[in-house]
Structures are given as structure tokens and as C-alpha cells.
């Protein structure tokens, strides 16, 4: 008895049809998939760019509180220094100055007033640092999350290419495969 061999072939229109579905399954995948984790990836950045130029500015805040504080106590010292009261329009500017960092407080500028004030220079400069550390870990989270976006998008990006060149070897197989075009 002869051995009847069967050979099993797949129809090219079969493997073009998988081929142009790989190729669209690829376009919708870096068309809604990765488009919008880029997009959201950017925001990560935006947000963290944001609360950098925030930390700068409190930082300058707190730079500027120190700077009034040393004003206001060399002002006092000549003051003391000379035996006499700040004159009436230089106690009024700073006083001014220290309403427009310390609005809730009013205080005599004297010398024993002096420990309440630097105090509540104190306590500002170090709500002003606790800002600033809360948007430094703010920003560690946002970079973790960036990170762990762009390797999602880097491996979205991998499958969608992977499925184009699968998706073009299988329209190709059409050329390949020319018996089909003599019948």
C-alpha cells in the first residue's frame, strides 16, 4: 500500500486577513493605548514641573522671612544702641512689612518683644519648609509613577511594532505564495 501523504496548507487570503488584522490591531493599540499613557505620562512631568517652580518660590519665601528678620532686628538694635524709639514713619513701614508676612500678629516694635517675633518668624519659616518637603516627596511619587508609565508605554510600544512586522510577513506571504494566483 503506497503511504498517502496529505499535505495541509492555509489559504493565503487567510494569511492576509491575519496580517491586515495585526496591522490594524497594532494602529489602534499605539493609537488609544500608548497616545494616552504618553499624554498622561506628560502630565506626570507637567505636575512635577509645577511643583518644582512651587518649591523655588517657597524657598525664596523663606529667604525673604530671614531677610526681614535680620532688617527688623538690626533697626532695632541702633535703636537700643542709641537710646531712643524708632522714629514714627520707620516704625510704621515695619511694622507694615512684618503685617504683610505675619497678618494675624500685632506687636510694639521694642526689644521685649523681640523673643515673641523671631518666634513667629520660627514657626512661618517652618510651615513654609514643611511645604516644601510635602512637594519634594510629591515629586518622588510623580517620578516613580513617570518611570513605571514610560516602561508600560516602552513595552506597549515593543508588542505594537512586534505586530506590524508579524502583520507584514503575513501580507508578504501572499507574494510568497504564488501557486494560488495560478488556479
Known amino acids: ?3 498517502y501523504r496529505r499535505k495541509w496548507t492555509i489559504p493565503t487570503w487567510i494569511l492576509v486577513g491575519m496580517g491586515l488584522m495585526l496591522n ?14 504618553t499624554r498622561q505620562a506628560n502630565d ?5 514641573q509645577a511643583n518644582d517652580k512651587l518649591i523655588n518660590l ?13 532688617h527688623t532686628l538690626a533697626l532695632l538694635a541702633v535703636s537700643d544702641m542709641a537710646g531712643q524709639a524708632l522714629p514714627d514713619p520707620v516704625r510704621e ?3 507694615q512689612d512684618i503685617a ?3 497678618p494675624d500678629l500685632t506687636i510694639k516694635l521694642t526689644m521685649s518683644e523681640i523673643p515673641y517675633l523671631m518666634q513667629q518668624f520660627d514657626r512661618l519659616q517652618q ?5 516644601i518637603n510635602t512637594l519634594y516627596f510629591d515629586n518622588q511619587g510623580l517620578i516613580k509613577q513617570h518611570a513605571g ?8 510600544r515593543n508588542l505594537a511594532l512586534f505586530l506590524q512586522i508579524m502583520g507584514l510577513a503575513l501580507i508578504l506571504a501572499r507574494d510568497l505564495n504564488r501557486r494560488d494566483y495560478a488556479r
Open 149 to 156: 508609565k514610560m516602561e508600560s508605554i516602552s513595552i506597549l
Open 127 to 131: 510651615s513654609q519648609r514643611e511645604k
Open 1 to 3: 500500500m503506497a503511504r
Open 44 to 48: 506626570l512631568l507637567q505636575q512635577q
Open 58 to 70: 517657597v524657598w525664596q519665601q523663606i529667604e525673604t522671612l530671614e531677610r526681614k528678620r535680620e
Open 24 to 37: 490594524i490591531i497594532s494602529a489602534l493599540l499605539t493609537n488609544f493605548y500608548i497616545d494616552g499613557a
Open 93 to 95: 513701614v515695619l511694622q
Open 100 to 102: 504683610n508676612v505675619l
